[in-house]
């Protein structure tokens, strides 16, 4: 089963970084299929960014010019910058499953979940 390792939220004013990072472990044959979402305080959880298959990132539109995102094996970056209060959330690593010989395995699971503050 894979585990999920996230770390890098905090409190910040707005305006500033922070960076986020999630690890992925469990079978190293697997590439688990990586992806971050948030959940601000009352709303629905939202997709935020991932890798694609050909190493493209991909972004919601409110993030798109501010956030990278970046991958290298099972590690998932998300580099946060110009950040405004309305990024303040609960930001949560999910893997939804292994990429393994050439065969993709679906299993999901969420990361604990790091809360990012962003201050006025």
């Known amino acids: 089963q894979v585990q999920l390792t996230e770390s890098g939220g905090g409190s910040v004013q707005a305006g500033g970084s922070l960076t986020l990072s999630c690890s992925a472990s469990g079978n190293p044959s697997c590439e688990y299929d990586l992806k971050w979402f948030r959940q601000p305080p009352g709303k629905e959880r939202e997709l935020l960014s991932f890798v694609d298959p050909i190493g493209d990132p991909r972004y919601a539109e409110s993030v798109k010019g501010r956030f990278t995102a970046s991958r290298r094996g099972n590690t998932l970056t998300l580099e946060m910058s110009r950040l405004r209060p309305e990024d303040s959330a609960m930001y949560y690593c999910?893997?939804?499953?292994?990429?393994?010989?050439?065969?993709?395995?679906?299993?999901?699971?969420w990361g604990q979940g790091t809360q990012v503050t962003v201050s006025s």
């Open positions: 999910k893997s939804s499953g292994c990429n393994r010989d050439g065969a993709y395995y679906p299993d999901a699971h």
